[in-house]
C-alpha cells in the first residue's frame, strides 16, 4: 500500500486556497466497529503525507477527512468511542452498502476496502432455490465441489464488484487511488479445502444433526446459505480489466 501511494497517487498542484489548507479525503468502505480501521488510516495518512511533502517541499499542509462506511446495522457507536483521541483527521461515519454510490462525484482522493468484499450483498437466488440445479442442499457455502453453485456465487460476485467499481468511479478524483484487500483461494484450491471452508463446513454439519434432532428443521437449514465468495486473483483481475474504470497496477497474494 505505502509503495502503491509513493508511485502512483497524483497530486496535481500544491495546496494553494486562500486559507493555505487543502483537504485530503479518505474512505474505508467496510470500517466494521474498529479498532483495525483506525491503524490503517494512520498507516495511510503517513505514506500520504510523505507523498505530498516529498512533491511539494514547503508548502502547506493537508486537512485530512476520513469518512468510515459500512452498513446501517453496523456498531457506529463503539467505533466512534474507540476514536483515537489525537487523531490527524476530522472523522465522519458513512452508513450504507459500498455496492452503491455514497459520496458525491469526484470527492474521494483515497479509497480502501480491507477483508469486506468478500460478504456479497445477497446470497445467490439460485442456491435457495429447489428447482434451480443450483440449489445448494446440505451445504451453507460456496464450497467450490458443485460447479453450478460455484458459477451462480461467481456470478453474484461479479455483479457486485462491478457495482463497487462503478460507485467507487464516480466518487474518486481523477489521479486518485484505490486499495482493495480481499481474501481468497490460490488457483486450483476448493474453499472446501482451506481453513474458513473446513470450519463453515463443520459449522453447517452442527445445524444438520440439529435438524436431525428436531431442535430446527431441515427446510430452514436448507435455506441457510453463507454470503461468503473467496475468488482467485485472476477472477479479480478480469473482473477489474473488464470494468475499465480503474488502471490495476498490481494484485499481490499472500499465501
Not at 486559507?19 to 474498529?34: E, K, V
Not at 470527492?107 to 446470497?123: D, E, G, I, N
Not at 429447489?130 to 453453485?149: D, F, R, Y
Not at 464488484?161 to 484487500?181: H, K, P, S, T, W
Request: hydrophobic share 40%; charged share 20%; net charge negative.
Amino acid at each position: 500500500m505505502n509503495e502503491g501511494i509513493k508511485e502512483t497517487l497524483a497530486f496535481k498542484s500544491p495546496c494553494s486556497d486562500s486559507s493555505n489548507i487543502c483537504t485530503f479525503r479518505i474512505a474505508d468502505f467496510g470500517c466494521s466497529a474498529g479498532p483495525n480501521t483506525f491503524l490503517a488510516m494512520e498507516k495511510i495518512i503517513e505514506a500520504v503525507e510523505q507523498k505530498y511533502h516529498a512533491q511539494f517541499q514547503n508548502s502547506p499542509p493537508l486537512e485530512l477527512q476520513v469518512f468510515f462506511n459500512d452498513v446501517t446495522t453496523n456498531d457506529f457507536n463503539t467505533l466512534f468511542k474507540t476514536l483515537p483521541l489525537y487523531q490527524k483527521y476530522f472523522a465522519a461515519g458513512v452508513p450504507g452498502t459500498f455496492y452503491g454510490r455514497l459520496f458525491p462525484k469526484s470527492t474521494l482522493h483515497l479509497a480502501c476496502s480491507s477483508y469486506s468484499l468478500h460478504w456479497l450483498s445477497k446470497v445467490p437466488e439460485e442456491v435457495v432455490d429447489k428447482k434451480s440445479p443450483a440449489w445448494n442442499k446440505g451445504s451453507i457455502q460456496c464450497s467450490g465441489t458443485a460447479e453450478e453453485v460455484a458459477k451462480a456465487y461467481s456470478a453474484q460476485f461479479k455483479t457486485d464488484m462491478d457495482n463497487f467499481l462503478n460507485a467507487r468511479a464516480q466518487e474518486i478524483i481523477g489521479g486518485g487511488l484505490m486499495v482493495i484487500i480481499i481474501p481468497g483461494l490460490p488457483d486450483g484450491i476448493l474453499m472446501s479445502q482451506t481453513g474458513a471452508g473446513i470450519f463453515n463446513d463443520f459449522f453447517g454439519s452442527c445445524l444438520i444433526d440439529m435438524a436431525k434432532l428436531g431442535v430446527i428443521s431441515e427446510e430452514k437449514v436448507d435455506s441457510f446459505n453463507l454470503p461468503l465468495y473467496y475468488s482467485s486473483a485472476k477472477e479479480l483481475e478480469e473482473i477489474i480489466k473488464n470494468n475499465g474504470h480503474f488502471f490495476k497496477r498490481k494484485v499481490l497474494q499472500h499465501r
